[in-house]
């Protein structure tokens, strides 16, 4: 578990605004999200700063996160929009920077799935929302946390 005296920060990809900040207020107290991104575009542009210890230039303004900046991410996390191409750009973008782990579903979502199109069910959410913390639980418990890896979650 992470511990109770200092959330671990870490970064949220998704596509919508309403679900980051759900998904940011599911994670406390164990998990700070520091920033959210909204697009690959943002997430290529801020997340590169945020591995460098710099305040990121938002592409984006949103109201998910604490934009407490004092510490870099741990982590980078993704939503099932994001696709494997989409992932790989963000990646990309990073090369060289600190390490970090990335946290991303085990299975993106197709342009047909609800979940894509915001319409997935309370229980739906529930459940990937404490798959993604239980996953990120053990990163922390194992010492993963933080190193360079691709970390699998269900949703």
């Not at 940011?24 to 164990?30: G, Q």
């Not at 998990?31 to 700063?49: G, K, L, M, Q, T």
């Amino acid at each position: 578990m992470a511990s109770a005296n200092a959330p671990v920060p870490i970064v949220l990809c998704g596509a919508k605004v309403a679900l980051g900040l759900e998904s940011a207020n599911f994670l406390k107290p164990e998990f700070e999200v520091i920033h959210f991104c909204a697009s690959v575009d943002a997430a290529c542009a801020e997340i590169p700063r945020l591995l460098s210890n710099e305040q990121p230039q938002p592409v984006e303004e949103n109201e998910v996160g604490t934009h407490n900046y004092s510490s870099p991410p741990k982590a980078i996390l993704f939503g099932r929009t994001y696709t494997d191409d989409k992932l790989q750009a963000v990646r990309d973008s990073c090369e060289g920077k600190a390490e970090v782990s990335w946290v991303v579903p085990g299975e993106p979502a197709s342009k047909n799935e609800t979940i894509a199109a915001g319409h997935a069910t309370r229980a739906a959410l529930n459940a990937g929302w404490t798959n993604l913390k239980n996953t990120l639980n053990d990163l922390c418990s194992t010492g993963e946390m933080g190193k360079e890896g691709l970390y699998k979650y269900s949703f």
